[in-house]
């Protein structure tokens, strides 16, 4: 079974810089593009970025510059590098694994929150 484990939320200043993880389990993951959104309170869920099984990325305009996405197949993981943290960077934090087999599907996992403050 397809688990997601995300971690390293946490409260940071504005400016600063923070990384969250996501631990991945179940099929093979290196062959799956993984993604990152985010969900702040009495808003929409928002994606972030992601990153395809050869290591392409993509970003939100919001993001842009500021965050990076990464993966460690060794370690079934991936990463989302945040510097320049903006207040409105405030949301819970969730990675996406997008499965194509045994049919295509994706997966999520409960998220971590991330508090940037003023």
């Known amino acids: 079974q397809v688990q997601l484990v995300e971690s390293g939320g946490g409260l940071v200043q504005a400016g600063g810089s923070l990384r969250v993880s996501c631990v991945a389990s179940?099929?093979?993951?290196?062959?799956?593009?993984m993604a990152w959104y985010r969900q702040a309170p009495g808003k929409q869920r928002e994606w972030v970025a992601t990153?395809?099984?050869?290591?392409?990325?993509n970003y939100a305009d919001s993001v842009k510059g500021r965050f990076i996405i990464s993966r460690d197949n060794a370690e079934n993981t991936v990463y989302l590098q945040m510097n320049s943290l903006k207040p409105e960077d405030t949301a819970v934090y969730s990675c996406?694994?997008?499965?194509?087999?045994?049919?295509?599907?994706?997966?999520w996992g409960q998220g971590t929150q991330v508090t940037v403050s003023s």
């Open positions: 996406q694994r997008r499965a194509g087999r045994p049919y295509p599907r994706d997966y």
């Open positions: 179940g099929s093979i993951f290196k062959l799956d593009t």
């Open positions: 990153i395809t099984s050869a290591g392409i990325t």
